[in-house]
């Protein structure tokens, strides 16, 4: 059966016995699952339609096109699932579950950072994210890009994007020798071998785990999110020093502009200048950050290393996360 994940504000639609539609990255966004008969649709509703931006109506004009173009031909005898992961806010959430029940569907909730569904043995295949299934969302799968006609595409916004490729790119030992004619090795900031590896260690257990989906701290070092926010993090640190103590780091700015902040001690910024926009944690809007972030982080460390070598012992984890300015 093939596996197709669905981007950013997209709707696929594919039949059931061939197809397994799947999404994740559910960091303020809400998916929507739909199946009936041999057919499946998958949307992924991003987080920018929300109470502040004031474009539900965009948005749900687009819901009623792209559900009338599945021909699901009515709810009755559907089923219908609204997933999201953010429990601070369920505006979204609970618009589209208002909007399925006006089209007739009884929409089930689910709290995820991830969903798939499809049919296994004639019968409903829905499952939820989770430890056991994450490997699933990383790798051997197919996009709108190039599944061709296994799956029918609508999309909610103009801002909508194919899924991320497979997230497990090629082999560590490949990518190495790929950039081996490059100025600037291509190793990721997760990788051990990245030189600055052990400072992003101590800025990604700074993150708090609520904020990228984790129920436990030991889940960090393999959410896509925290790793998003800890690799622009530390590429901060250096552009601003990077010699004091590493400290709090948390969540701070106005509603509009949410962003997360790194706080040393001694400040090396004014204010809070060490910074992230909270929008950068979605892998499927920024598929290559945490690769570039890596890169300018190798790129920096010369300067960084001299600097550190005239005055080392201080780059060492201070204090535990906590919210800032809120």
Not at 6 to 35: F, N, P, R
Not at 148 to 167: H, I, K, M, Y
Not at 253 to 279: C, I, K, Q, W, Y
Request: proline share 4%.
């Amino acid at each position: 059966m093939t596996r197709v994940k669905v981007g950013a504000d997209e709707w696929l639609v594919a039949d059931a016995g061939k197809t397994k539609l799947m999404t994740d990255g559910l960091s303020g966004c809400v998916a929507i699952a739909l199946s009936k008969d041999d057919k499946i649709a998958l949307a992924h509703v991003y987080s920018d339609c929300s109470q502040k931006n004031g474009n539900w109506g965009a948005y749900e004009a687009a819901l009623d096109k792209a559900l009338e173009k599945s021909g699901f031909g009515g709810a009755d005898g559907a089923n219908a699932f609204v997933v999201y992961s953010d429990l601070s806010d369920r505006w979204l959430a609970g618009k589209i579950e208002d909007w399925l029940e006006r089209k007739g569907f009884d929409p089930e909730g689910a709290i995820a950072p991830g969903c798939a569904i499809g049919q296994a043995d004639g019968r409903l295949d829905f499952s939820l994210k989770s430890e056991r299934t994450k490997a699933e969302y990383l790798h051997g799968y197919r996009t709108s890009a190039d599944a061709g006609d296994e799956v029918q595409r609508s999309t909610l916004s103009d801002s909508a994007v194919a899924a991320q490729t497979t997230t497990v790119l090629a082999d560590r030992d490949e990518r190495k020798q790929a950039s081996s004619s490059s100025a600037v090795p291509d190793l990721r900031l997760a990788e051990t071998e990245h030189p600055m590896h052990e400072v992003y260690n101590q800025i990604l257990a700074k993150i708090p785990k609520e904020l990228v989906n984790c129920e436990d701290d030991d889940d960090k070092p393999f959410a896509s999110e925290a790793k998003q926010l800890a690799s622009a993090l530390t590429v901060e640190y250096m552009k601003h020093g990077g010699h004091a103590a590493i400290g709090k780091v948390g969540v701070g700015g106005p509603e509009s502009n949410r962003a997360l902040f790194l706080a040393t001690d001694p400040p090396e910024a004014s204010g809070h200048g060490m910074s992230v926009e909270l929008a950068k944690a979605d892998p499927e809007r920024y598929p290559q950050l945490e690769r570039q972030m890596g890169r300018e982080a190798m790129a920096l460390y010369p300067e960084y290393a001299a600097q550190k070598t005239s005055s080392p012992g201080q780059n060492l984890a201070q204090g535990n996360s906590a919210p800032l300015h809120q």
